[in-house]
């Protein structure tokens, strides 16, 4: 089979292919350090296919390895690939709707019919994860730490409203994070799993407070979170979910998300 269209999401951390082969839709992806290695591949895999480029990194993909293909503005094609999933996944969602990109940091998005506009962004995302993941439990590899995360217990490390407040005086729901990584301050035998557990709630509560903050400015209650940082993040996507109800939000999610970027290049 000839492929017909590719598009190339490059970004902060990772390189992201949508790749039309016959009417349908193959993703890969590669950690931004293996670009020469995969556009390789890709250059000879894809000869003659139309190419969309996206992302930081777009410019540097089209001068080294496909000078005659489109450069498309980031935020139009997370827009314009999210509406085409939406499509394919059979997802119907009441408009306007919020869109929530959570990449290397994290993009919201107002979508309203063909209108789109990015509304807010935030440094906090899958980067600082991976960051403070490093710090505390001396681990790099993104699935390392979910899995480190997904076996802890955040409550070790997070001061919560219940240690502060007797429930029967509380004025909210104990559970909630009073502080994060408080506890850290007085404890001297925190384990990893623990540690991460607080790093990953500390991520899905902060673009939890946005979303909220940016919802009620806008008028909004549905939201679809997409982007890297969700893939094969469980424990992440379980966070949102629950802090999304509790605030009065309606979550959902792409299944292929990450590739919005990608898609939108190909659109």
Request: proline residues 3%; aromatic residues 8%.
């Amino acid at each position: 089979m000839r492929v017909r269209r590719v598009g190339i999401d490059a970004g902060g951390s990772l390189l992201k292919m949508a790749i039309e082969e016959a009417g349908q839709y193959h993703y890969k992806k590669y950690p931004v350090t293996q670009m020469e290695e995969a556009m390789g591949w890709l250059s000879f895999m894809a000869q003659g296919a139309s190419v969309g480029l996206t992302g930081g990194r777009a410019h540097v993909l089209q001068n080294k390895f496909f000078p005659s293909a489109r450069v498309i503005p980031e935020f139009e094609a997370t827009c314009a690939g999210a509406r085409f999933l939406l499509h394919i996944e059979n997802k119907k969602v009441d408009q306007p709707f919020m869109l929530v990109n959570i990449g290397t940091g994290t993009s919201w998005y107002l979508v309203d019919g063909k209108e789109d506009q990015r509304i807010l962004g935030s440094g906090i995302g899958g980067g600082t994860f991976m960051g403070l993941g490093q710090i505390v439990a001396g681990a790099n590899d993104f699935q390392k730490l979910v899995e480190l995360a997904k076996a802890g217990e955040k409550e070790k490390v997070d001061l919560l409203v219940k240690d502060i407040y007797p429930p029967e005086i509380s004025p909210l729901e104990g559970n909630l994070t009073a502080a994060n990584f408080a506890k850290a301050s007085f404890s001297s035998n925190l384990k990893e799993a623990d540690m991460s557990a607080s790093a990953l709630n500390l991520v899905a509560e902060t673009i939890i407070l946005l979303t909220k903050q940016t919802a009620q400015l806008h008028g909004v209650k549905n939201i679809i979170y997409i982007g890297s940082t969700l893939a094969g993040n469980a424990p992440l996507q379980d966070g949102l979910v629950e802090l999304s109800k509790m605030a009065g939000l309606q979550p959902d999610f792409l299944e292929k998300g990450e590739y919005c970027g990608a898609l939108g290049a190909i659109m």
